[in-house]
């Protein structure tokens, strides 16, 4: 029997791990893209100011691209030694994508991330655009390959168990990549790293433009963020809905959690604005609602419904109860693995194996478990409300809020208009964190929500932690935290540090530069002379 | 006033193609939109940025004239 408190400090170990090298893996994500579209304006147009953009953004790039790998190296151990039930149960699925996407971190995207940074006098112009785009296709490919694996934790398909050898096998590749879950997770990760990145360097322009430093990269890049941002955030939002449209189906414990819905209702459904759920009572206190949101939000319909808590606790006690033959079969096919009956009363409970194993933390001998145990593992199956509800709509506000951030910024930035609105540039700075703390409250929403599985209806949490000492896992949590506390003073350090740098100023002899009639005109007579840099 | 009216408008754009993209996609085919959708959303930045140096050339042509008609 596993040692709770090692399973809860195994979880917040991965949890704390995982957010933080999760503050680094959007960036790269959307900036690669970015400098992918910098590349492509000053291979078009020969424009030398198009080069210093995108090896100034490249520069910052850098910084945080290595982090970024140095702090997903220790996730991918992670598994392995925090996690060894579940690697064991359930590698034959998980490893095949977690080996693809190591070979496409270290091997497509690192190998070109090489050639970008120091290529650019020893590639023709049109290469290094090659290899830039590889580098932003390598970084989001290697993401894709990470979010199968985790699509697959919380939807799992393409598997099943095998009763001889104890564990999970894959059965379909193709329904594993393009699961339904998969492809929305995917795309919603990916396109808010975008999001991340244009939100980044529209901040970072608007500092320079607030300073009336480096003008002309700044308004240049000002308007490409967003340009990227705008259309990312519509994106990020739809694939937003089409993820909980799918997860819904998938996980309806996650979905009642988000939205708070303690008892089942009648459709047209209302939509929880603000609540507070007691996880205790279950109920929500001071809930103030829209009427029908709900139903048309999950189920785009008036007459949808989906389930409260109420129904699907009821729900799993018939799953535990029907989980329970399973378990006694694999038991029994431990000791005599040939054993006909027991394979057939396996293959006849195998669907709420995992329901099985929900109560054999309460009973080891489920034969005998109680319908109080029962009661109580069917309880489990609520993850804690009050902070998915929440992560959830913090992470909705701030989508909505970058959303009208990028509106208006396109609309100063397309009348040529950006550097004068001082008010708005200073919102800029600060909204620079926003998109960072979004992306950890989706996390959040994603997680809590599958509890109490690894994976979803398949694995418990409480039986996939590996059996240590609760003393070697506070010393490791403690490690962790105080090494990942130096990696992001390092990061910060070098972040600023290259900021207020800025880009490197341009050679005298650059004969692009100096021929360029856009460069010297509009930084001796065009609407922002008064700003050019000295 | 105008920029208010501007902000408004560009909204229930964006919000008119959320919903569009909303109704149109339920199982919609993602990694397919990603790819066509990162590759204009790439493009369009370009354009962003040249389009950007374009409306300087245009005002300092402006101003070059203006300055010219004064001095006539």
Redesign the interface.
């Known amino acids: 029997m596993h040692d709770i408190t090692v399973v809860d400090l195994s979880r917040w170990q991965f949890a704390i791990t995982v957010l933080y090298h999760f503050l680094f893996v959007p960036l790269t994500l959307g900036l690669s893209f970015m400098l992918a579209a910098m590349e492509t304006v000053y291979v078009t147009t020969g424009k030398q100011i198009y080069r210093e953009i995108a090896q100034f953004w490249g520069k910052l790039f850098l910084i945080n691209f290595a982090l970024g790998v140095a702090t997903g190296l220790t996730m991918e151990f992670e598994f392995g030694t925090n996690w060894s039930f579940y690697s064991s149960f359930v590698g034959d699925i998980f490893g095949a994508p977690l080996a693809i996407e190591g070979l496409m971190a270290f091997f497509l995207e690192a190998t070109f991330v090489g050639m970008m940074v120091f290529g650019w006098d020893r590639l023709k112009r049109g290469q290094h655009l090659a290899v830039t785009y590889m580098v932003a296709l390598g970084s989001n490919l290697s993401a894709l390959w990470i979010l199968i694996a985790n699509s697959f934790m919380q939807n799992p398909q393409g598997a099943t168990f095998n009763p001889a050898t104890m564990r999970m096998e894959l059965t379909s590749f193709t329904q594993l990549i393009f699961s339904h879950d998969a492809q929305a997770k995917f795309v919603h990760t990916s396109i808010a790293g975008y999001v991340t990145g244009a939100i980044f360097v529209a901040g970072i322009s608007a500092w320079y433009m607030l300073k009336g430093r480096h003008i002309e990269l700044a308004r240049r890049s000002f308007r490409m963020a967003v340009l990227f941002g705008v259309l990312s955030t519509a994106g990020v939002i739809t694939l937003g809905d089409a993820l909980g449209f799918v997860g819904g189906q998938a996980q309806p414990s996650k979905l009642a959690a988000m939205e708070g819905l303690w008892k089942s209702e009648a459709a047209p459904m209302p939509f929880n604005l603000v609540a507070f759920p007691s996880q205790k009572e279950q109920v929500n206190h001071d809930q103030l609602q829209i009427p029908y949101a709900l139903s048309l939000l999950v189920t785009h319909s008036m007459d949808g419904t989906v389930p409260g808590f109420d129904k699907l606790e009821q729900q799993a006690v018939g799953r535990i109860k029907n989980g329970i033959p399973a378990v006694e079969a694999l038991q029994t096919l431990a000791s005599k693995p040939g054993d006909a009956a027991a394979l057939a009363q396996f293959r006849a409970h195998e669907k709420d194996l995992g329901y099985g194993f929900l109560v054999q933390r309460y009973a080891e001998d489920v034969s005998k478990a109680t319908d109080a145990e029962i009661g109580t593992a069917a309880r489990d199956i609520i993850p804690e409300v009050a902070p998915i509800f929440w992560s959830f709509r913090a992470m909705v506000a701030m989508g909505l809020a970058m959303l009208a951030f990028f509106v208006l910024a396109v609309i100063f930035s397309l009348r040529n208009d950006i550097v004068r609105q001082r008010w708005f540039l200073k919102i800029a700075v600060w909204m620079i964190p926003v998109p960072f703390l979004a992306c950890e409250a989706g996390w959040l929403v994603a997680e809590l929500g599958r509890q109490p599985w690894t994976v979803y209806g398949v694995l418990p949490t409480w039986m996939s932690a590996s059996t240590h000492s609760v003393g070697y896992m506070i010393f490791s949590l403690v490690g962790f935290v105080g090494l990942y506390t130096v990696f992001i003073i390092a990061e910060m350090y070098l972040m600023l540090r290259a900021i207020r740098k800025g880009p490197d100023e341009p050679h005298g002899d650059d004969p692009d530069r100096d021929s360029d009639p856009m460069l010297n005109n509009s930084a001796k007579a065009g609407p922002f002379a008064g700003y050019a840099e000295g | 006033m105008k ?1 208010l009216l ?2 408004v408008l ?2 229930l754009i ?1 919000i008119l ?2 919903l569009l ?3 149109l ?7 397919f ?2 790819l066509v ?2 590759g ?7 354009a ?6 374009a ?3 245009h ?2 042509l402006e ?2 004239a203006g300055t010219n008609a004064k001095r006539a």
């Open positions: 920029t501007l902000f560009f909204m964006a193609v959320i993209a909303i109704v996609g339920d199982s919609g085919a993602w990694y939109a990603w959708g990162t204009m959303i790439v493009l369009i930045t370009a962003g940025g040249a389009m950007l140096d409306q300087d050339e005002a300092a101003t070059e």
